[in-house]
């Protein structure tokens, strides 16, 4: 099969699609032919050497993907040949064909296209087990999220939204705002010019109930100094640093949490878990149109080191996919 391939740590240049042995399903495994792959920025920090593949997990990058069952390992069941599917992956999804645990599968929502449920997993998953199973996030609350035209951003909006949260985002321009405005959101703040701790304080003086941050050390104590009494504080990425002072006694004032978790590494047991409560919880929500995967750009799978390059540019609202050429619309 082919697949996108890491020569060596580097540039978007690095990414070359090869030839490469076509994987086999262990016991508990499925093998997925691949329509589309989605492209996050942990991609991108794996092209740069920062971030290797979970032990056990292909060494190329890609961590959800879209397509049909192509075979069952021993021990599978609830899942036959030629169904459509969606995947949370530990890595290897720029690729013709991919192996994954069996409680990782999803079916394709209702109403999405084959190739646009590959912008589903990884993001619904991140949402989901943070915002909702770790933080809590209630109806009527606050959710402050930066990022909010991000594929996580995107999906967190619609998600707060549709169980009656209110949200406000950060962003780094008007056009990016507007976007995350038609999503749900009711708050947006230019981070590039506005000070997000006074945009929300005059939004809801109490302040947010859940921060969703991907930005990490900078932002620390003002996030602290954004949270409500209560508040949660969920750091899922660091693309600011990772290091930061943060006054204990602020946070002890208010009676908040910080959290700081990742998805790509846990076990797949927990992984499965995660799945399950997308299943149950969010898959009606696309279903019933409330949520909707927001993809931004398709490219062909030859064409990675451009999707990389959009990716690192963050110019793009949502996902952007990589497409195989497999059957099914492109």
Known sequence: MRAVTVSEPGGPEVLVVREVPDPR?????????????????????????????PPGSPENPGLEVSGRVAELGEGVSGWRVGEEVCALLGGGGYAERVAVPAGQLL???????????????????????????????????????????????????????AVGARVAVTAGSAD??????????????????DDFVEAVRRFEPAGADVVLDVVGGPYLARNVDVLATGGRLVVIGTQGGTRAELDLGRLL???ASVHATTLRARPAAEKAAIVAGVRDHVWPLVADGAVRPVVHERFALEDAARAHEVMEGSSHVGKLLLTTGARGPA
């Open 25 to 53: 399903p262990g016991p508990g495994e499925v093998v997925v032919e691949v329509v589309a792959a989605g492209v996050n920025r942990a991609d991108v920090m794996q092209r740069l050497g920062r971030y290797p593949s």
């Open 107 to 161: 079916p394709v929502p209702a109403g999405v296209e084959l190739v646009d449920a590959a912008a589903l997993p990884e993001v619904a998953a991140t949402v989901w087990s943070n915002v909702f199973t770790l933080a809590g996030l209630r109806p009527g609350e606050l959710l402050l999220v930066h990022g909010g035209s991000s594929g996580i951003g995107t999906m967190a909006v619609q998600l707060a939204r």
């Open 176 to 193: 990016k705002l507007e976007r995350c405005a038609q999503l749900g959101a009711q708050l947006g703040v230019n981070y590039r010019e």
């Open 253 to 255: 004032a208010k009676r």
